[in-house]
């Protein structure tokens, strides 16, 4: 089937996803709205270019994630999305390229990595590249990773209208002097 000819998703409350769902809409890019209820995704463990290139989408709904371990390009060029949801990642290892290329999502909440799986070295590289973030959002990206304490790990927040490191919070500035300190390599907007 030609993902491109689907415009909605609509999953019904007893539908069983199983445990990967990877590809499962990758390359819906007329797709403008996915509704799902909360606790069909309980058991999903692979979001890997679950959503990939869903161009048209415009937003997204809360999903149970608690049991996703990877989230590689999950969101991958959702450029429709100008903010997101605050999602369980508390398994999550793998977040690489997962909301990169979203051009438009300037909003991202607070708190969502306080708590992960163990990371990957590559867990955040180009994760939130080409994107169109706040100061706010990288303020509550970087205090979030700063807080989960994982050393030696890769960050991608640079490229598109992403907020420039000059605009930062106090806060913001601080965490990444941390994760810093933790060896982590941030790429940013100078």
């Known amino acids: 089937a030609d993902a491109t000819q689907i415009t909605s998703v609509a999953i019904g409350s007893g539908a069983d996803l199983g445990t990967n769902l990877r590809d499962a ?14 606790s069909v995704t309980s058991s999903v463990t692979n979001f890997y270019r679950t959503w990939y ?21 999950a969101w991958l060029g959702c450029n ?36 992960t799986g163990t990371l990957t070295a590559a867990a955040f590289s180009s994760t939130w590249n080409n994107c169109a973030l706040t100061a706010q959002s990288i303020e509550h990206i970087l ?15 640079s490229g598109g209208s992403n907020a420039a490191k000059t605009t930062w919070s106090a806060a913001a500035v601080t965490a990444y002097d941390n994760l810093i300190v933790k060896g982590w390599t941030i790429s940013f907007n100078t």
């Open 25 to 38: 809409w990758a390359g819906a890019s007329n797709m403008t709205t996915f509704t799902c209820p909360f």
């Open 53 to 73: 290139n869903c161009a048209s989408l415009t937003s997204f709904p809360l999903l149970d994630t608690s049991s996703g371990t990877n989230f590689f390009r």
């Open 80 to 115: 429709s999305l100008t903010s997101f949801p605050l999602l369980d990642t508390s398994s999550g290892g793998n977040f690489n390229s997962a909301w990169r290329d979203c051009s438009n999502l300037a909003s991202f909440p607070a708190n969502m990595f306080d708590t």
């Open 143 to 157: 205090v979030s990773l700063d807080t989960n304490g994982a050393t030696g790990i890769t960050l991608g927040i």
